[in-house]
């Protein structure tokens, strides 16, 4: 099993252009989720889907949209990029079921917005 | 809106002395907590955790302990070692909304 994919590792991006970071895993697990991780700050949850069809809002979700059309894959969506999205961004996904909610994290892409 | 508050944000410990990180969560209806270990530049990957059912889990040298009534929880790594070093980040789950929560991160550098 690959486990969590992402890519691109690296990005730069100017301000007002968009792009979209992927995400895919290949353990069937129902649960995924975007995080960005800034320095001081932990991890944030920006969104998060159940399952395929199903998404939602976390912690900070301004600037980023998502969707969730397969089990496999959850893409993150940057529409118009703002020097403040520059980040760190993991992907996470894991079973939803009570025998286990362990998260695996992704490798992470670093987004550079200028 | 709810949080994880961790502390404290930077540790250093001798080889062998112990360590000891504390997270304190508002979600009451938190019921899994788990501790990440960053290394620098790498992903999070999940150490030990604990669901809100059960007081204490231990392995090896790493244990975690839960206050439900005082929502906290901490993690205890006991002879640490140079490779312990790293960041560590406790978060709080709430299966109810599927929400995680993390806290800001601990730097712990074990000193040889």
């Known amino acids: 099993n690959a486990g969590v994919t992402q890519t691109p590792k690296f990005q730069v991006l100017k301000t007002g252009q968009s792009m979209t970071l992927q995400c895919a895993q290949d353990?069937?697990?129902?649960?995924m989720s975007w995080y960005r991780q800034d320095p001081g700050m932990g991890l944030r949850l920006i969104h998060y889907s159940v399952g395929a069809g199903i998404t939602d809002q976390g912690e900070v979700p301004n600037g980023y949209n998502v969707s969730r059309s397969t089990t496999e894959d959850f893409p993150l969506r940057l529409l118009s990029a703002a020097p403040s999205q520059t980040s760190v961004y993991f992907c996470a996904s894991s079973y939803s079921s009570v025998s286990s909610y362990e998260q695996y994290f992704g490798p992470g892409t670093r987004l550079t917005v200028t | 809106g709810e949080n994880v508050e961790q502390h404290p944000s930077t540790l250093s410990v001798q080889e062998g002395d112990s360590a000891v990180i504390k997270c304190t969560y508002s979600?009451?209806?938190?019921?899994?907590f788990p501790w990440y270990k960053q290394e620098l530049g790498k992903r999070p990957q999940l150490i030990i955790d604990?669901?809100?059912?059960?007081g204490e889990k231990k392995d090896q040298r790493i244990a975690v302990t839960l206050n439900k009534t005082a929502k906290h929880f901490s993690l205890h790594i006991t002879e640490t070692q140079p490779e312990d070093s790293a960041v560590y980040f406790c978060a709080s789950f709430d299966s109810g909304t599927y929400k995680y929560i993390f806290g800001t991160g601990t730097r712990l550098k074990v000193l040889a």
């Open positions: 979600d009451s209806a938190s019921n899994y």
């Open positions: 604990i669901r809100s059912n059960v």
């Open positions: 353990m069937n697990h129902e649960y």
